[in-house]
């Protein structure tokens, strides 16, 4: 395999699981990274380290410069290590986005993959949704915020000249992420609280699943294609934070969190049918024995 699969955000927790991944493909992978010395992981796997920055379209050229794929996975969405920031991380897909196409057009790279988010899919509690459903964001809400952000992002990669592919992807958890260790320790304070009354429903997937299936998706690439990348079984946050909370011995979270997200109970079939994966943790229940 002569292809060349640059990885925006080399650094972050998804690039982690996915380049040890993509290394294994036979192919030349490189991580594009802000700061080289926290790119261990990337070495460790024999990538190429590039630096640039995001929003440095010459930089950003110069280190996609010879890459048959770009994959772009930067994001500064806060986490529970309280780094991150959203109105930075909505400018990351808005005029990051433009950046990004600009750049890898100027490098000659031919196919491009972008990150997304699965609730732009979101629907009422218990409705399923999918990739053609319409997002219709709450207006002065973070979420409401960041779909926009996403959607402008989505529209800026379809109208590239460049063939695209982009990936929505539930909410992460699994090594790395910080959620589940999160969630398990605030259970067992006793300070783990349901969004709301734990009605919403949330489409989870395993950040090995998601890495899992980037690298599908660049091994078949289904041209021009946007996939939703999450678990078999979407649940109400009641049902996953109460499974938490039983399998510590931990008291039942009690109702009154804040509710970050809108409900979102998204199909993965598309995925599943055109990329041939499947999510290893098909269910929170299995992804969260880990």
């Known amino acids: 395999m002569n292809d060349v699969i640059c ?60 890459a048959t794929v770009a994959i772009n996975l930067a994001t500064t969405l806060p986490g529970p290590s309280g780094r991150g920031d959203f109105d930075a991380n909505d400018r990351l897909r808005t005029e990051g986005a433009r950046t990004f196409v600009a750049a890898s057009e100027a490098a000659g ?20 949704a999918d990739e053609d459903t319409v997002f219709a964001p709450a207006p002065d809400t973070i979420a409401g915020r960041a779909g926009r952000a996403a959607l402008e992002m989505e529209a800026t990669i ?7 592919l982009i990936l929505r ?43 899992a299936a980037t690298a599908a998706a660049v091994r078949v690439w289904p041209s021009q294609n946007t996939l939703i990348v999450c678990d078999d079984a979407p649940a109400p ?19 009154g969190g804040a509710q970050s997200f809108p409900s979102f109970r998204m199909r993965n079939t598309r995925a599943k049918n055109t990329l041939d994966w499947a999510p290893f943790y098909a269910t929170f229940r299995e992804g969260l024995a880990c």
């Open 7 to 66: 990885v925006l955000g080399g650094n972050g927790v998804y690039a982690r699981h996915l380049l040890p991944r993509l290394s294994q493909s036979g192919a030349r992978v490189r991580a594009v990274v802000r700061r080289p010395e926290a790119a261990g992981v990337a070495r460790a796997c024999g990538c190429e380290i590039a630096v640039a920055d995001l929003f440095d379209a010459d930089a950003l050229a110069a280190a996609l410069s010879g």
């Open 109 to 128: 790279v031919r196919r491009i993959l972008q990150q997304s988010i699965c609730f732009l899919g979101a629907s009422a509690p218990g409705a399923w």
């Open 158 to 164: 379809k109208a590239s000249a460049l063939d695209w």
């Open 169 to 211: 992807g539930g909410l992460f958890y699994g090594p790395g992420t910080g959620f589940d260790d999160g969630w398990r320790a605030r259970a067992a304070a006793g300070k783990l609280r349901l969004p709301g009354d734990g009605s919403d429903d949330v489409s989870l997937v395993h950040i090995a699943d998601m890495a």
């Open 237 to 255: 946050w009641r049902d996953v934070f109460g499974y938490i909370a039983a399998a510590g011995g931990w008291p039942a979270p009690e109702p």
